[in-house]
Structures are given as C-alpha cells and as structure tokens.
C-alpha cells in the first residue's frame, strides 16, 4: 500500500519504459480485469507528428463548452505529473492519484505493464463514471500505441512528419501507416495536411476501414488568416459550414490548421448524433483553456517564449514563423534536444536564422550533451553544461531589440516553468 502521493508517483516512473514487443495484450489484458473502463465513455482519438495536444486541447475546449464533462489525456507533463490526466481542465487530485494508483496495484499489478501503459489504464479507469466523452492522446504513432484500445467517435490525425523514426519509422511512409492505424471500421477520420507521398496510405486504410476521410485543405479549410500581437482570427469553411472571425492565441499557421482539424471533428461529432451546430459557441471557447509550453509568453520586456517544440517540423515551423512577425528582433536561443532526435538538423535550421544558439544538457540519460554535437563548425553556438548558472546572465544581457526563445524539450520547459512562476 502506497502511503503518499509523492509515493504513487515514484512508483509509476519505476516501471520500465518501455516493454520488448509493441503489442497491446497486457494493456488489453489489465483493462479487462478493470471492466474495461475505456468503453465506457465516448472517446475522440487524436495522433500526429506535430500538433496533437494543441488539437486535444481545442477539442476538450469545444466539448465542454457543449455541457459535457470532458476528459483529457495528454503528455508530456510541463508541471506536474496530474497535468496528463484531466476532467473539465481540472488536473486530477492528488488523493485520487494516490487512491487510483493502490486500486490498480491490487487489482492489476500482477500484470506487467510499461509506464506510459499504466498511466493510460489509470487515465482510462479514473475517467470512468466522470466524463461524457475523452480526448485522448496517443503516445507515438498510433497502431501500436497503447491508448489505442478504444473505438473512438472520431479519429483524428494531426501532421505526419519524421519523429521517433527508430520506434515506428524509419521512413515517413513507415511513420504514416502506423498513425493510419488510429483509424477504425466506419468512424470518420479527420487529417491535417497529408504529403502526396504518404496520403495513399491514409487513403487506402480510410477505404479499408469504410471510414469517412476528411482532410485538410480537401474537405474544410482556413482563409482570411490575420496574425497581429500573438494573437490571430481566421475563417473556417467546409461544404456546409462557415465561421467567420474566430480568434485565438499564437502566430504560427500550423495553430490556424490545428483549430481547424478540431473544428472539423467536433462537427463530425455532432453531425453524427445529428445535433445542431452552434457557429458562436464554436468561436466563443475554441481557445478558453491553454496548455503550458506551447508558444508561451512568460517575460514581456524583454520578450521571452518557451515551446517545446522537439523535432526539425516543429522547429522549421517556429522559427520562421517568429522571424517572420518579430523581422526587427535578434532571436537567442537555448536549446536542449535528446539524443534520439535530430539534433543536427535542428542546428542547421536554426542558426542562420538566429543570433545565438546556447546549447545546454539536461540531467536525464536520454538527454544529449557536449559530446552528441559537432559544434566547430558554427560561429554562433556556445555549448553551455550548467544552464541554471548561464540563464540569468543571458536574460540580463537581452536587450528590446532581441528575444530568448526556450525550445527543444519539454523536459527543459518544465524545469524552467517554475522559474519564471
């Protein structure tokens, strides 16, 4: 029996990461010992490179809006691990963290599951008898990812772009089948923009599975985008629908593209239980709760913004997206990228874009450090070992004319979110 909720949470970072089959048979397996909890309770499946958990977050914002109790499951975490699993915006506590987390134990924990398969079962099993409807959102990929369990009312896929190449790549053809595997038999599936190189691939599994294919840019999309002062308004419009005026946080156009694809499966989601939609409850909460980490302003004068944005698609996205409304600033960058991604690209687009690149590490095994880089060849990157003596001295040193930008990890946004509290 775990006596404290410091001690429910070290127990579930002890499990091991990760198991050595991708199957789903002991996730399955435990669910069912559980009542399988997760068919419950209607659930919208969301997955994609770029994008899933600012298009979960939209989505749970519409749903609550329309009188539903919500869940929402998401990772990573920025503050706290309660963060991942959510009802109406409300983290879970941290009594019934501690309580959920004994009742699993007793019930299941002969079964040996992973970590991120445990947090989805106590994700699944807490939202049982609480919500209407969950948010889900997959973990990487999406044929083998354990939250894929459920049969959700809508599939959705956000952007297929290379990430985690070695777990389910290394092609994007290879990516783009295992996020096709979100789709499921005669349920609607909403997609973001799909290369022509890989959208047969979303094509066919959308025919095999006779699911309704909606797609970005196809089926509905946005125009008269107008981004001023990190905030933008834009109209959506589909064959049947359009919403003029809708107005939310951020400066890129992949923001615009995510509230579109929510805009579009929250329609789906009506259409299908043949429920009126409502144009003006739509534009009045798409954008009323914020997740921590995506696009975040957290020092005004001078500017600076932390987003855990971690792969070359994100990064190409971000940076040319703030040159773009910041012409006349200098952009400092501290970066911490983990071995597994693409350090190196990531490099070369940021630094002829910036002024500086402050490379740091941090202190986790997966975390890259001096010796992962070739840095001799850049005339503006200082590779930094001790960020938390460095920042202070960068932040004195900005001046109006520049700004700092926190980026490459969401570990390295949640050990400065209470710095800059």
């Given at each position: 029996m775990l006596n404290t909720y410091q001690e429910a949470i070290a127990y579930i970072h002890g499990?091991?990461?990760?198991?050595?089959?991708?199957?789903?048979?002991?996730?399955?397996?435990?669910?069912?010992?559980?009542?399988?909890?997760?068919?419950?309770?209607?659930?919208?499946?969301?997955?994609?490179?770029?994008?899933?958990?600012?298009?979960?977050?939209?989505?749970?914002?519409?749903?609550?809006?329309?009188?539903?109790?919500?869940?929402?499951?998401?990772?990573?975490?920025?503050?706290?691990?309660?963060?991942?699993?959510?009802?109406?915006?409300?983290?879970?506590?941290?009594d019934d963290l501690l309580k959920t987390v004994n009742y699993l134990i007793t019930k299941i924990g002969e079964i040996s599951l992973a970590e991120f398969e445990f947090v989805t079962v106590l994700g699944y099993y807490y939202f049982r008898d609480r919500v209407d409807i969950a948010v889900i959102e997959a973990g990487i990929g999406a044929r083998h990812d354990k939250t894929n369990v459920i049969v959700p009312q809508v599939s959705v896929i956000t952007s297929i772009d290379l990430d985690h190449e070695k777990l389910i790549g290394p092609t994007l053809r290879d990516i783009a089948f295992e996020k096709a595997?979100?789709?499921?038999?005669?349920?609607?599936?909403?997609?973001?923009?799909?290369?022509?190189?890989?959208?047969?691939?979303?094509?066919?599994?959308?025919?095999?599975?006779?699911?309704?294919?909606?797609?970005?840019?196809?089926?509905?999309?946005?125009?008269?985008?107008?981004?001023?002062?990190?905030?933008?308004?834009?109209?959506y419009y589909d064959d049947k629908v359009t919403i003029e005026d809708i107005h939310c946080d951020g400066f890129e156009k992949t923001t615009v593209m995510n509230a579109a694809i929510a805009i579009q499966a929250f329609i789906q989601?009506?259409?299908?239980?043949?429920?009126?939609?409502?144009?003006?409850?739509?534009?009045?909460?798409?954008?009323?709760?914020?997740?921590?980490?995506?696009?975040?302003?957290?020092?005004?004068?001078?500017?600076?913004?932390?987003?855990?944005?971690?792969?070359?698609?994100?990064?190409?996205?971000?940076?040319?997206?703030?040159?773009?409304?910041?012409?006349?600033?200098?952009?400092?960058?501290?970066?911490?990228?983990?071995?597994?991604?693409?350090?190196?690209?990531?490099?070369?687009?940021?630094?002829?874009?910036?002024?500086?690149?402050?490379?740091?590490?941090?202190?986790?095994?997966?975390?890259a450090d001096m010796s992962d880089y070739d840095l001799a060849s850049y005339n503006n990157v200082t590779f930094v070992e001790n960020y938390h003596q460095e920042l202070q001295k960068i932040i004195e040193s900005l001046t109006d004319q520049q700004m700092l930008l926190i980026t490459g990890s969401f570990y390295l946004i949640s050990e400065l979110e209470n710095y800059f509290a």
């Open positions: 499990l091991p990461k990760f198991h050595r089959t991708n199957n789903l048979d002991n996730i399955k397996k435990a669910l069912h010992e559980l009542g399988d909890p997760q068919n419950s309770y209607e659930t919208i499946h969301v997955t994609g490179t770029n994008g899933k958990g600012t298009t979960s977050n939209f989505l749970a914002n519409l749903f609550e809006a329309d009188g539903k109790r919500v869940g929402l499951f998401i990772s990573p975490y920025v503050k706290v691990f309660n963060e991942r699993i959510q009802i109406n915006h409300q983290n879970i506590p941290n595997g979100i789709i499921k038999p005669q349920k609607p599936i909403v997609t973001g923009f799909l290369q022509t190189s890989v959208s047969d691939i979303i094509e066919d599994a959308a025919s095999q599975n006779e699911s309704l294919l909606l797609r970005f840019g196809q089926n509905f999309d946005i125009k008269k985008i107008i981004i001023k002062n990190l905030k933008i308004s834009f109209t989601y009506k259409r299908n239980h043949n429920q009126t939609i409502d144009s003006e409850l739509i534009k009045a909460s798409l954008d009323k709760n914020h997740l921590l980490g995506r696009a975040q302003i957290v020092q005004k004068q001078p500017l600076i913004m932390m987003d855990g944005a971690h792969n070359i698609s994100a990064v190409y996205n971000l940076i040319n997206s703030l040159n773009t409304i910041y012409e006349n600033k200098d952009i400092i960058v501290l970066y911490a990228g983990m071995k597994d991604k693409d350090r190196s690209d990531i490099l070369e687009e940021l630094t002829p874009k910036v002024k500086h690149v402050y490379v740091t590490t941090l202190d986790m095994q997966r975390s």
